[in-house]
């Protein structure tokens, strides 16, 4: 599991809680319930958006939107590379 609690892509607030309430929900030990094998990397780095000056919102988020797909990238693939499924738990998308 790779979390990915992103809000900059959203109309609306609250939807980089996603990865947080998944967890809370206890999604792993459901999955190991059933029989998988469950690794949970954490969250990729996402920047706060209460520390991002206004005048970059909107489209001014999409290099902060690309830095945070290339770690999720970067994760996935070493996921991938060790024989592993990855399941991200997104946040916007």
Known sequence: MIGVPLDF????????MGPAALRIAQMAE?????????TDIGDV??????????EIAGRGFLPLIAQVCE??????ADAIAHGDVPLVLGGDH
């Open 9 to 16: 892509g959203a109309s609306r607030r609250g939807v980089e």
């Open 30 to 38: 459901s999955l190991r319930a059933l029989g998988h094998t469950v």
């Open 45 to 54: 780095t996402v920047p706060q958006r209460a520390t991002i000056s206004a």
């Open 71 to 76: 770690e999720l990238a970067t994760e996935t």
